[in-house]
């Protein structure tokens, strides 16, 4: 998170811990590379920015010391599902699973949930209600993965079906392209930094 004093805004900057690219590729680790993750934590630090980390718990075991490097910086962990299956994105089984991993793991129980794929739904929504959770962060305000979330808000709101804080994907107007790596890379920074003038 980092705060502007002057326009008084907020902006958060979130990581998501998963083993694949949001599942279209093999289980692979090469961005949970110690030197990597050192030279993010670095920059973090220069520009004194928080970071905000949705883990799969799935890929808690075995790579503690990658976390630890996280958690000595003082990130916030959230669940990000258990498995990363776009198949069960916010299935009862997924977010049960994953908050107990995540509590066995972390010694306290997440607050925050972000479906793999931003695939949430009403019922998705309505179970993180009863296992207690305060937020999601799913919704991408835009053309992706659902089109009717490009009628979503783009800023928080509360849901109201499930009593649901929802945080969504921030996104750049007039097209709602989503401020994401992954979007800037594909479309490149030129653009970004003419629809942010």
Same mark, same amino acid.
């Given at each position: 998170m980092k705060k502007d004093f002057e326009t008084g805004k907020t902006a958060y900057i979130t990581l998501d811990l998963e083993p694949d690219h949001a599942g279209y590729s093999p289980e692979a680790y090469e961005c949970w590379q110690e030197e990597k993750l050192l030279d993010l934590l670095k920059l973090l630090k220069k520009y004194n920015i928080r970071l905000s980390i949705f883990v799969v718990t #799935?890929? !808690? +075991?075995?790579?503690?010391?990658?976390?630890?490097?996280? #958690?000595?910086?003082?990130? *916030?962990?959230?669940?990000?599902?258990?498995?990363?299956? !776009? +198949?069960?994105p916010d299935t009862m089984g997924e977010i049960k699973r994953g908050k107990k991993e995540f509590k066995k793991y972390f010694g306290k129980y997440p607050r925050g949930y972000r479906a793999p794929g931003g695939l949430i739904s009403e019922k998705g929504l309505n179970y993180l209600n009863k296992e207690g959770f305060l937020f999601d962060s799913s919704?991408?305000?835009?053309?992706?993965?659902?089109?009717?979330?490009?009628? #979503?808000?783009?800023?928080?709101? +509360?849901?109201?079906?499930?009593?649901?804080? *929802?945080?969504?994907?921030?996104?750049?107007?007039?097209?709602?392209?989503?401020?994401?790596?992954?979007?800037? #890379?594909?479309?490149?920074?030129?653009l970004y930094k003419i629809l942010f003038h």
């Open positions: #799935k890929s !808690l +075991k075995g790579h503690q010391r990658q976390i630890n490097l996280f #958690k000595n910086y003082r990130c *916030e962990f959230y669940l990000h599902s258990h498995s990363h299956n !776009l +198949k069960y919704v991408i305000p835009s053309f992706w993965p659902k089109f009717s979330f490009f009628l #979503k808000p783009s800023r928080p709101y +509360k849901d109201t079906a499930s009593g649901i804080f *929802e945080i969504p994907f921030s996104v750049v107007s007039p097209f709602r392209l989503v401020i994401a790596l992954s979007w800037i #890379k594909l479309f490149g920074l030129s």
